[in-house]
T-cell receptor, first 116, second 113 residues
Framework: DGGITQSPKYLFRKEGQNVTLSCEQN?????MYWYRQDPGQGLRLIYY???????QKGDIAEGYSVSREKKESFPLTVTSAQKNPTAFYLC???????????????FGEGSRLTVL | AQSVTQLDSHVSVSEGTPVLLRCNYS??????LFWYVQHPNKGLQLLLK??????LVKGINGFEAEFKKSETSFHLTKPSAHMSDAAEYFC???????????FGTGTSLTVIP
């Protein structure tokens, strides 16, 4: 079945440690996204990528980094510079619709990061 | 500029009664509009989408939404709520030009038995 796989589902980190969240898709989608979700705040965009080897900062990119070396993969690293990293992280992908970028987002199951 | 406003942060209904979740949007271009549902600790699942075809859109699990350009609204409805509908619902707008998606802050739906 086609879809988006995020791992790990739960992750605990000590302060000062970098952690990397994995996101893999087999939908052959060009665009991939990382969102952060906090209670009562909806989803906020961290980074997105529309093509391999290219990505753009979203609204809250500080303290995060990404890479897009393969079309299927878009890992997110939460660095020690992120002051409040405890959150639910969602990876998504989308494809072009018939007339452009109107295709919907497909989401993974999410990764919950807790800083101890 | 694009934005989405979900008018209710929490909605409670009794099982078997109608559901109405309200969404207003602002867009400089012809938008695509989506409703997603999220159960606890899960990803978001697409309920339905509007992409400039029919203004009344039918989705999964008996949900539907009507695009009203004059009111800039895209309210989600269901005739009869089921216990399994209890979840968080997000209204999302996208435009063709930028491939970016703008999320509302969500509406939490509680279904009372």
């Amino acid at each position: 079945d086609g879809g988006i796989t995020q791992s790990p589902k739960y992750l605990f980190r000590k302060e000062g440690q970098n952690v990397t969240l994995s996101c893999e898709q087999n939908l052959n989608h060009d665009a991939m996204y990382w969102y952060r979700q906090d209670p009562g705040q909806g989803l906020r965009l961290i980074y997105y990528s529309q093509i391999v080897n290219d990505f753009q900062k979203g609204d809250i990119a500080e303290g995060y980094s990404v890479s897009r070396e393969k079309k299927e993969s878009f890992p997110l690293t939460v660095t020690s510079a992120q002051k409040n990293p405890t959150a639910f992280y969602l990876c998504a992908s989308s494809s072009r619709g018939r007339t452009g970028w109107t295709g919907e987002l497909f989401f993974g199951e999410g990764s919950r990061l807790t800083v101890l | 500029a694009q934005s989405v406003t979900q008018l209710d942060s929490h909605v409670s209904v009794s099982e078997g009664t109608p559901v109405l979740l309200r969404c207003n949007y602002s867009s400089s271009y012809s938008p695509s509009l989506f409703w997603y549902v999220q159960h606890p600790n899960k990803g978001l699942q697409l309920l339905l989408k509007y992409t400039s075809a029919a203004t009344l859109v039918k989705g999964i699990n008996g949900f539907e939404a009507e695009f009203k350009k004059s009111e800039t609204s895209f309210h989600l409805t269901k005739p009869s709520a089921h216990m399994s509908d209890a979840a968080e619902y997000f209204c999302v707008v996208s435009v063709n030009t930028g491939n970016q998606f703008y999320f509302g802050t969500g509406t939490s739906l509680t279904v009372i038995p």
